[in-house]
């Protein structure tokens, strides 16, 4: 852990530390709640506000986290740290026509039958596996994918929490 690195996200003014916190999860509301918990006394407590944040957002703050994440097997655009982050993230995907044709006919049938851009914790996945769980998930209810979502959501914004915090060079969770 980067002692450092949190003791200068601690002493951030708040509207500071919520920019920096935007860079792992799109939600102003959700930035908000974990800026407002600091000082923090190490990186799992601020892991852990921010899953508690996660869980209590309104679904249309989740959707608006959701919207700032690219497609499955899409390069994020751009030179800011969540679109490099998403880009390390997805790096297993295979560069290859037949896998990125197959994940933007999956995305395609996500988006229309759930409004919203599929989420996986894409860190230390193939392509394919990101296939087969997709799969899975289009025959989830809404209820069950809203649930879900919040869970892949809440692990991929912990992650960017810890490599914020430089506390974090992990592979997969």
Known sequence: MSVS?????NSLPVGAAEVELLSCCASPAWAHAVAAGRPYPDVA????????????????EVAQALAAHPRIGSRAAGERRDAAWSRREQAGVDRDDRTLSALAEVNEAYEARFGHVLLIFATGKSGDEMLDIAQVRLRNDD???????REELAKIAALRVERLLGASEAVAR
Do not use: I, N, Q
Request: charged share 20%; proline share 7%.
């Open 5 to 9: 690195a949190l003791s200068r996200f």
């Open 143 to 149: 209820a069950v994918e809203r649930r879900v979502v």
């Open 45 to 60: 407590a601020v892991t852990g506000a921010a899953g508690a944040a996660l869980a209590r957002l309104p679904w249309p």
